[in-house]
Nanobody, 127 residues
C-alpha cells in the first residue's frame, strides 16, 4: 500500500498563489509515477501536472505557465506551485500514484489508471 498525504490548500483572491505538497509513504518502490489531479464541483476529475521519469514536467494547457510541478526525492514529496490563480482553478486538488504504465494526465479517463489517491485539499479562488 501507498499513502499520499497532501497539504497546502486554502482560499486566495484571483492572482494569488498557493503551494501544495504531497508526501508519499509505504510501498513507494512499487510506484511508477505520481501526478496531480483536480476536481471542480459538477465536473470530472482531470489531470493537471506530472513529472516524467526523466524529470520533464507536463501540464494541462489551461495551467501551463501558471503552475509548476516539482519533487524532492529525498523527502518523497511532490509539490505543485499555483501562481496567478483564477476563479476557474477552484477545485479539490489530489495527488495520485500509479503502480505501472504511463503517467496519463491528459486523457479524459486518466484518473482510472491511478491506484492510490490523497485526500484532496480544497483550493478556492474568489474575490
Amino acid at each position: 500500500q501507498v499513502q499520499l498525504v497532501e497539504s497546502g490548500g486554502g482560499s486566495v483572491q484571483p492572482g494569488g498563489s498557493l503551494r501544495l505538497s504531497c508526501v508519499a509513504s509505504g510501498a513507494i518502490d512499487t510506484v511508477n509515477c505520481v501526478s496531480w489531479f483536480r476536481q471542480s464541483a459538477g465536473k470530472e476529475r482531470e489531470g493537471v501536472a506530472r513529472i516524467d521519469p526523466d524529470g520533464t514536467p507536463k501540464y494541462r494547457r489551461s495551467v501551463k505557465g501558471r503552475f509548476t510541478v516539482s519533487k524532492d526525492a529525498a523527502r518523497n514529496t511532490l509539490y505543485l506551485q499555483l501562481d496567478n490563480l483564477r476563479p476557474e482553478d477552484t477545485a479539490m486538488y489530489y495527488c495520485a500514484a500509479r503502480k505501472s504504465g504511463q503517467c496519463y494526465i491528459m486523457r479524459p479517463d486518466a484518473k482510472n489508471y491511478y491506484n492510490y489517491w490523497g485526500q484532496g485539499p480544497q483550493v478556492t479562488v474568489s474575490s
